[in-house]
């Protein structure tokens, strides 16, 4: 029973010292976004990490869902004569949950873990407090960056993901299983309306945020060397995935 209210105990504590860790990074970039100016180069050159390099990952994951989601759904409709609706299935699938989930967990793996390691190393090493030293502000240098090139990328990167994802259930469809390709592309945007991608892409801004933040904050906090890094690395990836879950059933129930 001890033990349990001291695990209990511990567990709170830890919680709102990374809540506060987070509420206090969070207003540094606030405050970061305000003063003036912005090193252009810098935030090109995270959204070349972010985006760019994130693009292969992107696309066989998109292409690869679509596909799968192709053919399932029309195994499952051919049972009552709907195989008309897969393309339906798919782009609203796609658009409204696959699309920007599967981009932010991707990223979250790659991108997500790659910044957590850099800054991780930079503050083992010393490197963020020698900045600081030196009167550069390190979370307007190191951290504002990433988080615009986290908001600004991820819905670009799901746009390609729902674009990659509707071509690969027509694929399979239209070469594979035989669909009419008119029918398949007018049912795909008889139901497909304009809210169900703005709804998808106002998620991925917000995984890209969440991811950003998370995997900045573990690297700004890590200690104990190698070890250490690994940890925060682990732990950004983790929590960044969690947190889009979780964030994302919140969204699909104020958003649709």
Known sequence: MIRGLEWLGRSTIALLREMGDLSMLLWGVVRGVLARPL???LHVRQMEEVGTKSIPVVVITGLSTGMVLALQSYNGFQRFQAESLVGTVVALSMTRELGPVLTGLMVAGRAGAAMAAEL???????????????GVNPVKYLVLPRFLAGLIMLPILTVFADI???????GVSVLLL???????????????????????????????????????QRGFTASGGAEGVGQATTGAVVVSCVLILISDYFMTALLY
């Open 39 to 41: 090193d252009v180069r």
């Open 120 to 134: 991780g190393t930079m503050r083992v090493t010393e490197q963020i407090d020698a900045l600081a030293s030196m």
């Open 164 to 170: 990659i994802g509707v071509a690969g259930g027509y």
């Open 178 to 216: 035989d669909v009419n390709p008119t029918v398949y592309m007018k049912r795909t945007f008889d139901y497909l309306e304009v809210a169900d991608v703005y709804g998808g892409l106002l998620k991925a801004v917000v995984f890209g945020g969440i991811i950003a933040l998370i995997s900045c």
